[in-house]
T-cell receptor, first 115, second 112 residues
Framework: DAGVIQSPRHEVTEMGQEVTLRCKPI?????LFWYRQTMMRGLELLIY????????DSGMPEDRFSAKMPNASFSTLKIQPSEPRDSAVYFC?????????????FGPGTRLTVT | QKEVEQNSGPLSVPEGAIASLNCTYS??????FFWYRQYSGKSPELIMF????GDKEDGRFTAQLNKASQYVSLLIRDSQPSDSATYLC????????????FGKGTLLTVNP
């Protein structure tokens, strides 16, 4: 079975540019999570969706960040404009909550560098 | 404030020894607990989850949960160099829907 798929795996961009990260969750999973990981702050939840609907975006750092999930198999996280402090690894994770499970499965991540 | 605390390490153990990783959490009503392994440059990988007090064993891994003490641990028996990684503890606090709160992880090094 295919796991969570993320693209691109690496992104290097200049400050002020728009960055779009993409995620395809595991088929049949009804929850999708976007995380950011840095050495200083660890793994932070940015936003999560249930059945394509955003449930909690309280972790989104500021208005420069936005996320969408137009259908059950695709989500995007957009940063516009990007800043050097956005440099981090961004993970997408999904889970299937039927049966009460809370286990989340992570994609390979996108390493973002903003210069 | 919901917090998950882990010793950042590094925890260094010789090959073949038992590695013990610990995690405490602040929200007493938490019900679900997870251990993830993260190799350097890779994504977190789920290795164990536990919902009930006591021990849960899976191969060389044992998760231990004590809700009264708000404490969850992971034991790795017969540690191998391939177990060297950062281990993240995650908790699902009550009222948080399906969100997980992660600790910052413990770096484990198994020396040959």
């Amino acid at each position: 079975d295919a796991g969570v798929i993320q693209s691109p795996r690496h992104e290097v961009t200049e400050m002020g540019q728009e960055v779009t990260l993409r995620c395809k969750p595991i088929s049949g999973h009804d929850y999708l999570f976007w995380y950011r990981q840095t050495m200083m702050r660890g793994l932070e939840l940015l936003i999560y969706f249930n059945n394509n609907v955003p449930i909690d975006d309280s972790g989104m750092p500021e208005d420069r960040f936005s996320a969408k999930m137009p259908n059950a198999s695709f989500s995007t996280l957009k940063i516009q404009p990007s800043e050097p402090r956005d440099s981090a690894v961004y993970f997408c994770a999904s889970s299937a909550t039927q049966g009460g499970g809370y286990e989340q499965y992570f994609g390979p991540g996108t390493r973002l560098t903003v210069t | 404030q919901k917090e998950v605390e882990q010793n950042s390490g590094p925890l260094s153990v010789p090959e073949g020894a038992i590695a013990s990783l610990n995690c405490t959490y602040s929200d007493r009503g938490s019900q679900s607990f997870f251990w993830y392994r993260q190799y350097s440059g890779k994504s977190p990988e789920l290795i164990m989850f536990i919902y009930s007090n006591g021990d849960k064993e899976d191969g060389r891994f044992t998760a231990q949960l004590n809700k009264a003490s708000q404490y969850v641990s992971l034991l790795i028996r017969d540690s191998q160099p391939s177990d060297s990684a950062t281990y993240l503890c995650a908790v699902n606090p009550p009222g948080s829907n399906y969100k997980l709160t992660f600790g910052k992880g413990t770096l484990l090094t198994v020396n040959p």
